[in-house]
Nanobody, 122 residues
Framework: QVQLVESGGGLVQAGDSLTLSCAAS????????MGWFRQAPGKEREFVAA????????YDADSVKGRFTISKDYAKNTLYLQMNSLKAEDSAVYYC???????????????WGQGTQVTVSS
């Protein structure tokens, strides 16, 4: 199995950029489809972006399309989420997760990190 640890969250202003990292251990990221999800207080966990095991296919939620970019660094065994033009509604706890199938459904993901808080002030 794979262990996931997110980092990079923080407090930023609207319009700023932030990069989240998800360090994997136990297994190489090339074996998994990786995804980012987020959950705001009182809301369900929401799909943000996913990347295929080979890294050649990505899938973004409409709410972040054109602003967020998901990527993998196989040498560092790390997943990233580059977030630009942040908005107050992007505030949430962000989670990385791993699965075998390219999907946006959180119930299909087998492994999860502990989450990192992103707060965007308007």
């Amino acid at each position: 199995q794979v262990q996931l640890v997110e980092s990079g969250g923080g407090l930023v202003q609207a319009g700023d950029s932030l990069t989240l990292s998800c360090a994997a251990s136990g297994r190489t990221l090339s074996r998994y489809v990786m995804g980012w999800f987020r959950q705001a207080p009182g809301k369900e966990r929401e799909f943000v972006a996913a990347i295929s095991w080979s890294g050649d296919t990505t899938y973004d939620a409409d709410s972040v399309k054109g602003r967020f970019t998901i990527s993998k660094d196989y040498a560092k065994n790390t997943l990233y989420l580059q977030m630009n033009s942040l908005k107050a509604e992007d505030s949430a706890v962000y989670y990385c997760a791993a699965t075998r199938v390219l999907t946006g459904w959180p119930t299909n993901y087998d492994y999860w990190g502990q989450g990192t808080q992103v707060t965007v002030s308007s």
